[in-house]
């Protein structure tokens, strides 16, 4: 939701702080699986893991990218 006062830049720089703090923690709390005291896993399961993160951060990084194109009008 965007607030009536606040501009489009101070709404992304709000959500995104936010969001992106959101999203390091639960990288932080995945690392507790790293724990082999704790979990058994291997390197298969680890491969598809970080496989599955960098697909998806590749995904929304072009989003970014291609949002700040032009677009074409008539």
Known sequence: MVRTSES???AFR???TKRT???LERIRVLGHC????LYE???EDV????????RELR???ARFQNSSKAEFHL
Request: hydrophobic share 35%.
């Open 59 to 61: 995904t929304i990084k």
């Open 47 to 54: 491969r598809k893991i970080f496989q599955a993160i960098e």
């Open 41 to 43: 896993y291997s390197e």
């Open 14 to 16: 709000r959500l995104a």
């Open 34 to 37: 790293a724990n082999p005291q």
């Open 8 to 10: 489009k830049t101070e």
């Open 21 to 23: 703090s959101a999203v």
